[in-house]
């Protein structure tokens, strides 16, 4: 008897960190974002989830911003954008962003023996390299973990959350992205929701508007 008490205890001892693990369902996570190794932030960037719900939202010091909502039950992604004085949400279809995130696919995740602590949360570090060459750095914490693939688009089979982290917008562009905040909160659905003036359209329609 006392043998399977120290069996079962060495179990549950053993899968402590796992049970530490929480799934980040509902709340949102702000970054710092630095192009070019820039030491002063050129914008911010906000993921708010909520259900199912992700809202990314990038705002620039030069005056570019853009959101993009999207929906886990419909696996549609909406981008919100101006144009012209004419405010439309262009419709992305799954197969559509599986395409556009194409270059993230196989990537290969080599550990480096760094760790950083970011918005509270210990983290681990890694080299990612694509199938294009491009390599990259992310720094995520594995005790926050995901609703849904679709957060991680960029690190696909990432098990946990990225929370600094590089993107190549050009050969010549090299983007950070540092959390310096995540809330674990109650969020209001309508933060969700497609305001009233804009206009939801396909790529077919957005042509027709052009």
Do not use: H, W
């Not at 003036?197 to 790529?203: A, E, P």
């Amino acid at each position: 008897m006392k043998n399977i008490f120290l069996c079962l205890f060495a179990l549950l001892f053993s899968n402590s960190p796992l049970s530490a693990q929480k799934i980040f369902s509902e709340g949102i996570i702000k970054y710092d974002v630095f192009i070019n190794n820039n030491v002063n932030t050129d914008g911010i960037y906000v993921i708010t989830v909520k259900n199912g719900y992700i809202k990314r939202e990038l705002d620039m010091n030069n005056g570019f911003n853009n959101v993009t909502i999207y929906n886990q039950k419909t696996a549609k992604t909406l981008s919100l954008n101006v144009k012209d004085d004419t405010k439309y949400a262009l419709e992305i279809t799954e197969n559509e962003l599986k395409e556009k995130n194409k270059r993230f696919q196989n990537a290969v995740f080599t550990p480096i023996d760094k760790t950083k602590n970011l918005a509270g949360y210990k983290c681990e570090g890694s080299t990612v390299v694509y199938e294009n060459k491009d390599k990259v750095q992310v720094y995520y914490t594995s005790d926050l973990v995901p609703q849904n693939e679709t957060f991680n688009n960029q690190f696909p089979g990432l098990k946990g959350i990225p929370l600094e982290y590089e993107t190549k917008s050009s050969p010549t562009n090299v983007i950070k992205f540092v959390a310096s905040l995540i809330e674990v909160k109650v969020i209001d659905s309508k933060t969700f929701m497609i305001p009233e003036n804009y206009k939801i359209v396909t790529k077919e329609e957005l042509l027709q508007l052009k």
